[in-house]
């Protein structure tokens, strides 16, 4: 009777505190490598959740890769329709777009979200998501790449049995049959803070057309191989014209020619990818998800998106007062107060959270980060254990490894932070900060070379602040490496060694420092006298003069001037 009573008051405050779009009956698919919350119906979630694992599988078998990571936390969200998504859709103006899919980026977790009604026809999210598995895959490429293989990747086309790639993207047809292309050493050299790259940011301009252009002829003529060759050159800094002909084998002017006849002649090909035999058959798990659950998850989502922040607090408060312990809206309301500086208010939050749920990866993620944040070396004993979780429970997130870094970095754990970041890095090979830091602790173990490769493949990079950082450190390092060799010199006894010649000049200008000028049949000979007055034998006058001597003076190495020991005139 209790129970019922219980029942029916939640019933009623879920009508009130809910809004509608979380009364549906949710389900959360659950595939090897992805987990999708849909209000579709399990049939649709299966079908999006396997669209995913085949555009890995696709993505593995282009890039040869046996493993591929996700140093990111993935989390996909499929509405049933163009009214659920419009409740989370990027806003305009305070008014939700018309988007058929979004994705919604961020440091801790990434959101794929679809429109079941849009047909799998999701060419933006396809695009994000390339980039997600390249930026966990390969990182280090250029923007004509990263660009042009999203691009490519966009329109790829599953079947049962094989996906198709290589499809023209619409705009991409009108751009690249009006407009002239650029030379490809122009397109090779656009970096991230480009102004081509910049100015249009709608996947609508030449830039983007013709990468995917130059991507499609790449994989149309089995030519990766030579583009990885061409960005390891790049790496070794070889000039982009050296690296393009010893990669391509072609100078720029003559693959200009052969992307045009490509393009005139084919349109861009597609390639048919064979799907691995089974993949069909991967087990999917579906849990029916509480209205409650639902809410809770979206209200993540919302907190993710910089449009409904607001809206996600005042979700994750409906949430509490239905289930008081609901791991989720602790989490999230403990990540709000974290952004917002509100400490102590968070950690009770990740508290509650903690101790209903101590195996959750992202509890255990921003406990570490807020430790990381209030910088007292009393929690960094916790903010290690903390962060040394999250690498257990989540062991593909780049972040979890950075975060522990940065804990052993601060305990003065330099080979093991070192250790951890080199983690991070497998993990996101294209993390400038990881690299960033990584050589940095390579400098206080000594490894200068190791720390070098680093810095060097940094000094170019489009972000000011790394690249101003990865060239003081190369100047710190050289000139490390001058007191060295200086130190070194300066500990070996000193030659005495003689000389005849004239003596042109006598600079007193740092006097008693004075400073010989003498020549010699051989060059030009220096040599100093660091004290005048103390050198009772010699009287010198300042200024030019020519008289013949003999000398006798202390050989030194060459960052030091010869002093003189004795002086005769002739
Ligand atoms: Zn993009």
Known sequence: MFRRAGLLLSAVLLCSL???????????????????????????????????ELMRSVFSQLFLRDHVNQSIPLQIIAFKNAEQISHFAPQFRGQPLTVAGFFQQGQDKNYIVLNLDANNSWPTVFHEYAHLLLHSNVGGLPPWFDEGFAEYFSTIKIGTKEAVLGGIPEYALSVLGQEKLMPVSELFTVGQSSPIYNDDRNHRTLFYAQSWLVVNYLFSNARLKDAIAYFKLLGEHVPMND???????????????????????????????????GLEKISFAGISVSQVGALAILADLHLHEPDYQQQAVKEFKAVLKLDSENVIAHRGLGYGFLRSGEFDEAMAHFQRA??????????????????????????????????????????????????????????????????????????????EGYAATLGDLYISQGRTENAKLIFVSLQNSDRLLISALARNRLEEMEADRAIARASAASNQSPRLASARGRLVHVDCTNSPRVTLTILTTTGTLQLVLPDVAKAVKITLSCGSQSQNVAVKYLDSDESRLAELVSLEIE
């Open 18 to 52: 809910a809004p509608a779009w979380a009364e549906e009956h949710w389900v959360d698919i659950r595939s090897p490598h992805f987990s999708v919350l849909t209000d579709g119906g399990e049939d649709r979630g299966r079908e999006v959740a396997l669209q995913f």
């Open 243 to 277: 690296a393009i002909q010893r990669a391509f084998h072609t100078d720029s002017a003559t693959f200009d020619k052969t992307i045009a006849d490509f393009y005139r002649s084919t349109g861009g090909r597609t390639i048919t990818v064979t799907l691995p035999m």
């Open 354 to 431: 903690a101790e209903k749920d101590a195996r959750d990866p992202m509890v255990h993620y921003y406990w570490a980060v807020l430790m990381a944040q209030k910088q007292q070396p009393s929690l960094w004993p916790q903010m290690e254990r903390e962060a040394r979780l999250v690498t257990q429970l989540s062991p593909e997130m780049a972040d979890g490894f950075a975060l522990l870094g940065f804990a052993l970095m601060s305990e003065r754990q330099t080979d093991d932070a070192a250790k951890a970041y080199e983690n991070a890095l497998r993990l996101s090979p294209g993390n």
